[in-house]
């Protein structure tokens, strides 16, 4: 079988979660918040995925992070979502729910139709399982992303995501892969978070020790390279930064210095936006009022 051929730690740990997901732990407020505002988009809004884009304004507050594996996208997206009230998205966790589903369904990666049709029972409240998280998960995850077929499923869900944030946010932050390239290329804010693999493979393992999915550092380090290579080297969303991406390698800074690095460039954006805003305002207030020049 396909489970046999993969190495003794990774067959412990699908059979240990073999069958469907286990049971979830309670949905936070978050994720409450997340899922009622989810419904309520896809009720209002329906929309072609093929498009380039989702409806919205190009004037979203929208910032989207990509990168390999490691390099930092998903601690920065954190902390600038609680430090400028963003909604956050780690993309890569739709993927890997994907991915771990095929698993446990016996459905061979290379079946990207009926992997696409797992993806469209995908919603956010699949996100917060543990599992998710394991090198197994990010493995399948890879395998089953070069797919256009399945791609195309989880597009819509994130375009969604971005242009209608939950209520109290201000804006969404997207990680993953091909967030700044192909699901928001009108994002405002881009940015690829970048660092060397060896220093990404120490941080990652580092991540994994004292964990029951503890694994040998050489081993998290060939299986986020193997990773590197079909993300990069995919036909469908390759791993590229964006023509008008910010990048930052935060190879040698702290988590500190590498989400000051981006709020920088997001400070910057915020006053440009409220300069234009506050002059389109006086424009406004010293312009002829229409609905009364015609009026009266
Ligand atoms: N600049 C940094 N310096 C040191 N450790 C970091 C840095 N950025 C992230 N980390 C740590 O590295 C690990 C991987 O970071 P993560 O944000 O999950 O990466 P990614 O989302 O790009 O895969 C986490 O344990 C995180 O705490
Ligand atoms: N936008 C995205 C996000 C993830 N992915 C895929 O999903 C895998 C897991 O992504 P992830 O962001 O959870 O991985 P980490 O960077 O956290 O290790 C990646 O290796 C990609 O193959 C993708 O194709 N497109």
Redesign the pocket.
Known sequence: SRLAKLPSSRRAFISAFSGPLSLPPAPSPALLRRRSSVARMSAANSFDSSQQSAPGSSDDFIVAVD????????????RLATAYGLAHL?S?LLYRAAGLLSLRRGIPFDQDGRVAQLCETITLDDLAYPELRSDQAAQAASCISVHPSVRAALLDLQRRFAHFPPDGCRGTII?GRDIGTVVCPEAPLKFF?D?RVDV?AK??H??FVGKEMGMPFEEVLEDMKQRDKRDRERAEAPLVAAHDAVVVD?SD???D??VDAVATHVDAFLRRRAEKMGSAQSAESVGVDPVREGGS
């Open positions: 990168g390999p594996a490691g390099a930092g996208k998903g601690t920065v997206a954190k780690e890569g990680d978070v660092a990404r941080r990652r580092q991540e935060t800074m702290t988590i210095q590498a």
